[in-house]
């Protein structure tokens, strides 16, 4: 069995989403999908994918840090100007 999967189709098919989804990730900054050409084929290495899918879930389990709530003002009122 091979280490790669070959195709945007076949990159769809392994990820379970559309190959439009597939190739915007790849393209988006920060963290894209590690997928490179060879010869003209996109090609994704099996193991950079699951090293890939373990941030992305990673990064979306991150409880984010509260906010502290904002004191009312209770002397400011307002004021009609005509």
Not at 25 to 49: E, Q, S, T, Y
Not at 54 to 65: E, G, H, L
Request: net charge positive; proline share 7%; with cysteine.
């Amino acid at each position: 069995m091979s280490n790669f999967v070959e195709t945007w189709k076949g990159i769809a098919t392994a990820l379970g989403r559309s190959e439009r989804w597939c190739r915007y990730m790849a393209r988006r900054g920060g963290d894209p999908l590690p997928v490179f050409k060879v010869g003209g084929i996109v090609r994704l290495n099996h193991g950079d994918l699951e090293d890939w899918l373990a941030r992305q879930r990673a990064s979306s389990m991150r409880v984010p840090t509260p906010v502290a709530p904002v004191a009312p003002m209770a002397d400011v009122g307002l004021r009609l100007i005509a």
